[in-house]
């Protein structure tokens, strides 16, 4: 049996990892599921997975989930040391899906620990790549990549040279507001915002997707992970999301792979990884599919992507600073302090107010000059949501 942990387990990639071992239980021994403020779900799977340990994040859930799982042999802890210390259980395979940077602390102590970190978490490789890459190195642990670009990209290298890549081409659906004339993105509302053309997700990477933040964070996601210059990604707005990332070679060649938009193949791959196994995934009729179209994202609909750009240059606490000012800036859009467009002015005026005063670059990537940075950015966000407002 493979012991397994899943961090982040009621969000929609929790969940739908969940329903993959659900499918072959008798395949896995569930170690640490963890979860935030649906503890009804965290204690039902816990509870139904026979898992040794269910965590909150957030104290004052411990007793409600307590309760629910009273007499079911299952442990309970509550709080993010109790995350990190569930990281530290052994297990084979641990799934990272708790969205945010609070998905950083519970990753880094997981590869200490030599597990095989499946990553969905993007903010993780996003505000400290190459110290969570150098963490996985020193420990001999493997990553692997849970959104559905990277693992596209980490499929279509598998037995190649990445001396022969020219170039990684991401797709892009486009978002919530592919078809809005430009001139009414600033009146978007959140419940337009929250709504995805094709994937079911998250309400924050829904959000994130319409003003292409998303991709931005894949862009910087793409740079860390695969250890390409910047100059070699692309990005280009695919509506069908069939094709999630192509390989550019040398011999001209193109490795594209295509695939129906449904989470459980790029996490059901990472999970059974290196080999591949069936999945209960559509198959693509291609014929009924008939065309699939690609274009050139508009930089005027899109300017997260002129910011992902700008923090692969400046590197260092830039993707730190980035991160944790778009995580306030998406609060603030969510509880109304600002547009929809506002979420931009404000990631733009926190990278340059830091890359001026707060020295982002040539800084050593260390956990702490991780979390002072995300700290700061945040407060900077805030004087800047208060600007607006
Ligand atoms: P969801 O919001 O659906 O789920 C997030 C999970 O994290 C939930 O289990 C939530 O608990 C938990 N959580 C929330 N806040 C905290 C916190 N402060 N500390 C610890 N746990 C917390 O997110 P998604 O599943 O959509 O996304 C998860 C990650 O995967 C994100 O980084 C996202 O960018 C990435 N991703 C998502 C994809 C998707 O299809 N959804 C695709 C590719 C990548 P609870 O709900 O109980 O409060």
């Not at 980490?154 to 507001?177: K, N, P, Y």
């Not at 059901?268 to 995934?281: D, F, I, T």
């Not at 599919?289 to 910011?307: I, N, Q």
Request: hydrophobic share 45%; net charge negative.
């Amino acid at each position: 049996m493979r012991r397994i942990s899943v961090f982040g387990a009621t969000g929609s990639v929790g969940q739908s990892a969940l329903d993959l071992v659900r499918r072959d239980a008798g395949a896995y021994d569930v170690v640490a599921l963890t979860g935030g403020r649906n503890v009804r779900q965290l204690a039902d799977d816990a509870w139904a997975l026979k898992a040794d340990i269910a965590v909150t994040c957030y104290p004052e859930c411990h007793d409600d989930l307590k309760a629910l799982l009273d007499g079911s042999g299952v442990d309970v802890a509550a709080g993010t040391e109790a995350l990190s210390e569930a990281a530290t259980r052994p297990v084979d395979w641990a799934l990272s899906a708790i969205v945010g940077a609070a998905g950083l602390m519970p990753g880094l102590t997981a590869l200490e620990h030599g597990t095989t970190l499946a990553l969905a978490n993007k903010e993780s490789l996003v505000t400290a790549g190459p110290l969570l890459l150098g963490k996985a190195k020193a420990h001999g642990a493997t990553v692997l990549p849970v959104d559905s670009e990277h693992s596209a990209v980490f499929q279509a290298l598998v037995g190649e040279d990445m001396a022969a890549v020219e170039r990684v081409i991401i797709t892009a659906s486009g978002g919530a507001f592919r078809d809005w004339p430009v001139e009414k993105l600033a009146t978007a509302t959140l419940e337009q915002a929250s709504s995805h053309p094709n994937w079911d997700m998250g309400q924050r990477i829904t959000i994130d997707s319409a003003s292409m933040f998303n991709k931005a964070m894949e862009l910087i996601e793409t740079k860390e992970f695969f250890g390409v210059s910047p100059a070699m990604i692309e990005v280009l707005v695919h509506r069908e999301s069939l094709v999630h990332a192509l390989v550019g070679f040398n011999d001209g060649a193109l490795m594209a792979h295509v695939g129906p938009p449904d989470m459980r193949h790029a996490i059901g791959y990472a999970l059974h990884w290196p080999e591949r196994k069936e999945l209960p995934v559509d198959r693509l009729d291609l014929a009924a599919v008939g065309s699939l179209t690609f274009e050139s994202p508009d930089d005027a609909r899109y300017p997260a992507l002129r910011l992902a750009r700008r923090v692969m240059e400046e590197s260092g606490l830039s993707g730190a600073a980035f991160n944790a000012a778009k995580e306030r800036a998406l609060d603030g859009f969510i509880a109304g302090e600002i547009g929809f467009l506002d979420m931009c002015r404000v990631v733009t005026a926190v990278l340059d107010k830091m890359s001026s005063s707060d020295g982002l670059q040539n800084v050593e990537i260390s956990l702490d000059n991780v979390l002072d940075t995300d700290r700061l950015a945040r407060i900077r966000a805030g004087e800047a949501i208060s600007q607006l407002g």
